[in-house]
């Protein structure tokens, strides 16, 4: 599956920021899909998930600011970014799970850049 993640940019800390990744799979609404990051000299870590069922899942770093969604309609998903912080810049990978779980991520999009400053 091809994904393309797009909506990162600049915005001050407090702001917000809606990501969208849109998938070339037709059966998009079997598949569990997730947000990941990236920030320089860091690992990539877990953002959030959300299963073919739409439960959802979030790293505690995010938890109460971030909300994962999906249309599956549009083949989309979306990360709803909201309280940014300085430490929330990274690049941002969208990810699809083809066993529906939101756990078991095989395909990546190429990352949108996503900047908060100060």
């Known amino acids: 599956v091809q994904l393309q993640a797009s909506g990162g940019g600049l915005v001050q800390a407090g702001g917000s920021l809606r990501l969208s990744c849109e998938a070339s799979e037709r059966t998009f609404g079997s598949y569990g899909m997730g947000w990941f990051r990236q920030a320089p000299g860091k690992e990539r870590e877990f953002v959030a998930a959300i299963s073919w069922r739409g439960s959802t899942y979030y790293a505690d770093s995010v938890k109460g600011r971030f909300t994962i969604s999906r249309d599956n309609a549009k083949n989309t998903v979306y990360l709803q970014m909201n309280s940014l912080k300085p430490e929330d810049t990274a690049v941002y990978y969208c990810?699809?799970?083809?066993?529906?779980?939101?756990?078991?991520?095989?395909?990546w999009g190429q990352g949108t850049q996503v900047t908060v400053s100060s």
């Open positions: 990810a699809a799970d083809p066993m529906g779980s939101g756990a078991d991520f095989s395909s």
